[in-house]
């Protein structure tokens, strides 16, 4: 039947502090969640309704427990999401996959605090197969490490991409960003988006209003204030 979607937090003793279920829609499914700097939580999930597809599902919480920010797209080209992470560019990196023209596809999102998107990118390896990205891991040069497994004539197999900061999967992709550390696109913008595009180079789209910047201070058309 229906189910909704759940998440506890407890402390090192293991007791439980606070139990939080959120309904999206006749079917919901939440999974790993990234615990955040400020003591909040970042949910990634998936979410249904009757007979529609399923569409990708992002929860932002606070330390209690509360809803801080909700995104469920509609039309969304990403329809499962499974990890998250918090990228150095004042972004968080989603993984998850849908289902483009026929085939499977693996895909690394970059959202804002608002849970606006920023950017996303296509992580399958190989186009001919069908792929599922289900975990994350940030790497010490900023880039990222994708795992899941692919799918070709029944058979399966491990999937691992290596992206570099800005989501780039293979050489071919880098472009003018190849040489580029993600120090060298940082404008000094709390309220912008660090991003490298391998045509254009550095790129800095603005985050959504209301997103932190600092104490007592949210961004506001590009500004924070």
Same mark, same amino acid.
């Given at each position: #039947? ?8 407890? =402390?090192? =003793?293991? @007791? +439980? ?15 790993? /969640? ?5 003591? #909040? ?10 007979? $529609? ?9 606070? $330390? ?5 920010? +909700?995104?469920? /797209? ?8 499974? @990890?998250?992470?918090?990228?150095? =560019?004042?972004?968080?990196?989603? &993984?998850?996959?849908?289902? !483009? #023209? ?15 998107? &920023?950017?996303?990118? @296509?992580?399958?390896?190989? /186009? %001919? ?15 990222? $490490?994708?795992?899941?497994?692919? +799918?070709? $004539? %029944?058979?399966?197999? /491990?999937? &691992? ?12 992709? !880098? %472009? &003018? ?6 120090? +060298?696109?940082?404008?000094? =913008? ?7 595009? @391998?045509?254009?180079?550095c790129l800095h789209p603005t985050l959504s209003d209301g997103v932190t910047c600092g104490e007592g201070l949210v961004c506001a058309t590009g500004k924070c204030q």
């Amino acid at each position: #039947g229906p189910g909704d979607g759940w998440v506890a937090r407890w =402390n090192a =003793n293991g @007791d +439980e502090l606070w139990r939080k279920t959120f309904d999206a829609g006749a079917d919901d499914a939440l999974a790993r /969640p990234l615990a955040l700097s400020d003591g #909040g939580v970042l949910l990634p999930g998936s979410a249904k309704s009757g007979q $529609a597809s399923w569409r990708s599902w992002l929860l932002r919480l606070d $330390a209690d427990g509360a809803k801080v920010a +909700e995104a469920i /797209p509609q039309g969304d080209d990403l329809t499962y999401l499974y @990890d998250a992470g918090s990228a150095s =560019n004042g972004t968080f990196a989603i &993984v998850g996959s849908s289902r !483009v #023209g026929g085939v499977q596809k693996a895909h690394l999102r970059f959202v804002d605090g608002e849970l606006g998107a &920023v950017t996303s990118v @296509d992580a399958t390896s190989d /186009p %001919g197969k069908e792929a599922w990205a289900t975990t994350l891991t940030p790497l010490a040069d900023g880039g990222w $490490a994708l795992g899941g497994y692919v +799918e070709k $004539a %029944g058979k399966y197999a /491990p999937l &691992v991409v290596r992206t570099d900061a800005w989501g780039h999967a293979t050489c071919g992709e !880098v %472009g &003018v960003c190849g040489p580029k550390k993600p120090a +060298e696109c940082d404008d000094g =913008n709390p309220c912008t988006a660090d991003l490298c595009d @391998d045509a254009k180079g550095c790129l800095h789209p603005t985050l959504s209003d209301g997103v932190t910047c600092g104490e007592g201070l949210v961004c506001a058309t590009g500004k924070c204030q």
